[in-house]
């Protein structure tokens, strides 16, 4: 990415989803946008069915977002889609990284791939964060390593990582 680049659309912010003239940003506007432009069943559920699953996965979202703050700052997605390299963890950073470690064993139940026994968002977005250490180089607790390897490996994710790769060169 060019040092000048401010992101895509009206908040010049990423993610963006661009979908023929339509471009919208924020992540959970483009999850919501797209589990109501391509509903089940006709295209793949994004979010769980059980109503009580699906208002959690939303919540580990909002979570991800708003109290990992140092990670984010010290680990931000150039890291993971370009291979940039930061300076070790601060105080703050290897804390917030204490508090995702805490809160991913707690939610992943031993020996499930997934959050709620099938994949949805929320499984990448929380594959995301960890990835954001993993593929840094600082250390992750095993179990979640490999849950973000796991999770990086869908086909989904694949195909975005390379169209991101594409676009940024």
Same mark, same amino acid.
């Given at each position: ?51 009580? $699953? ?30 940039? *390299? *930061? ?26 791939? $997934? ?15 960890? $990835? ?38």
């Amino acid at each position: 990415m060019q040092p000048t680049w401010q992101g895509y659309g009206q908040t010049r912010r990423v993610p963006l989803l661009q979908i023929d003239d339509f471009e919208l940003s924020e992540s959970s506007a483009i999850a919501e946008y797209l589990e109501d432009r391509f509903a089940p069943p006709t295209w793949e559920r994004i979010y769980p069915l059980d109503l009580e $699953n699906r208002a959690r996965a939303r919540q580990i979202q909002a979570w991800l977002r708003s109290d990992l703050m140092p990670i984010r700052e010290e680990r931000p997605t150039d890291v993971v889609f370009a291979g940039a *390299k *930061k300076a070790p963890l601060t105080a703050e950073g290897k804390a917030s990284a204490e508090k995702l470690f805490a809160m991913a064993e707690h939610l992943l139940v031993l020996g499930q791939p $997934n959050l709620f026994g099938e994949w949805c968002i929320a499984d990448t977005d929380l594959a995301l964060m960890i $990835n954001r250490l993993v593929l840094h180089g600082d250390e992750v607790p095993e179990r979640l390593v490999d849950y973000a390897t796991f999770q990086w490996q869908r086909a989904s994710v694949q195909r975005f990582i390379a169209l991101s790769a594409k676009q940024s060169g």
